[in-house]
């Protein structure tokens, strides 16, 4: 229960049990929990549009679906991924773009990168027909959170010092990767039967893809390109219930 409550209260701003207190250990067990706190902010998404739906047209209900999306998060993984940018962008080795991430200041990549996940989710999310949107909004967070599990199990951390993914890199291992994966499956099918799979597949193929690409750019990988995958497989996901129906 408490690796839950961690993995609810460090992925959402969700006030959770705050009085609970959560260890390191509890942080790496989480990992395992990962899809199924993403299905729990799909359900709150299906909630917007189900709400929002009865006032407003599909196209600006989607803007606010991705909205809540992002404050629900607190932004902590699009904080990533324009990290993330500026360093692959800025940095021509691997001590330079680690140097970059690590720097709290914005630069312009960040913000094309902002702009531009939050304008791909959102007119991918259009291009899925309505009858569907409701089961991809539940399936999309929850995909892309577990994304993050095998990266941390299977790449070394890329920094030599601390950093915010450095306990999750440095300890997840074989158990958390099996658990989120079941879980992921069995959400991914559980709405869209055998498509479900196939986006299962395609999402980790481009996980895959990811991972090799941190890899030989820096090494291996950081708290801020796990929260850049994040960001890129919730637009895979979208795209690829969009191609499938």
Same mark, same amino acid.
């Given at each position: 229960?408490?690796a839950?409550?961690?993995?609810?209260r460090?992925?959402?701003?969700?006030?959770c049990?705050r009085?609970?207190?959560? !260890?390191?250990q509890?942080l %790496?067990r989480?990992? /395992?929990f990962? *899809?199924? &706190?993403?299905?729990?902010? +799909?359900?709150?998404?299906?909630?917007?549009?189900?709400?929002?739906?009865?006032?407003?047209?599909s196209?600006?209900?989607d803007?606010?679906i991705?909205?809540?999306?992002v404050v629900?998060?607190?932004?902590?993984h699009?904080?990533g991924?324009a990290d993330?940018?500026?360093?692959?962008?800025?940095?021509?080795n691997k001590e330079?773009v680690?140097?970059?991430m690590?720097d709290?200041?914005?630069?312009?990549?960040?913000?094309?990168?902002?702009?531009s996940v939050?304008?791909?989710k959102?007119f991918?999310l259009?291009?899925?027909?309505?009858?569907?949107?409701t089961?991809?909004?539940?399936v999309?967070?929850?995909l !892309?959170r577990w994304?993050? %599990?095998?990266?941390? /199990?299977?790449? *070394?951390? &890329?920094?030599?010092?601390? +950093?915010t993914?450095?306990?999750?890199?440095?300890?997840?291992?074989?158990?958390?990767?099996?658990v989120?994966?079941?879980?992921a499956?069995?959400i991914?099918?559980?709405?869209f039967?055998?498509?479900g799979?196939l986006?299962?597949?395609?999402?980790t193929?481009?996980?895959?893809?990811?991972?090799?690409f941190?890899?030989?750019?820096i090494?291996?990988?950081t708290?801020d390109s796990l929260?850049?995958a994040i960001?890129l497989?919730?637009i895979?996901?979208?795209?690829?219930?969009a191609?499938l129906?």
């Amino acid at each position: 229960m408490k690796a839950f409550i961690a993995a609810i209260r460090f992925l959402t701003i969700v006030p959770c049990f705050r009085t609970i207190k959560i !260890s390191e250990q509890d942080l %790496v067990r989480s990992m /395992a929990f990962y *899809p199924l &706190a993403g299905f729990i902010i +799909g359900i709150y998404l299906a909630g917007i549009r189900l709400f929002f739906g009865l006032f407003f047209s599909s196209s600006l209900t989607d803007i606010i679906i991705i909205i809540a999306l992002v404050v629900v998060t607190g932004a902590l993984h699009l904080d990533g991924l324009a990290d993330t940018a500026d360093g692959l962008a800025g940095g021509k080795n691997k001590e330079k773009v680690l140097a970059i991430m690590k720097d709290t200041k914005i630069g312009s990549f960040a913000v094309v990168g902002i702009v531009s996940v939050i304008f791909l989710k959102i007119f991918s999310l259009g291009e899925i027909p309505e009858f569907t949107k409701t089961s991809a909004l539940i399936v999309m967070p929850a995909l !892309s959170r577990w994304s993050v %599990v095998p990266l941390a /199990a299977c790449l *070394p951390y &890329a920094r030599t010092g601390q +950093g915010t993914g450095k306990i999750f890199v440095s300890r997840a291992g074989f158990t958390q990767s099996f658990v989120s994966s079941v879980t992921a499956i069995l959400i991914a099918a559980g709405f869209f039967f055998m498509k479900g799979i196939l986006i299962m597949i395609f999402v980790t193929v481009f996980t895959a893809i990811i991972g090799l690409f941190f890899f030989r750019r820096i090494g291996g990988i950081t708290g801020d390109s796990l929260g850049a995958a994040i960001e890129l497989n919730e637009i895979a996901v979208l795209l690829a219930v969009a191609a499938l129906f």
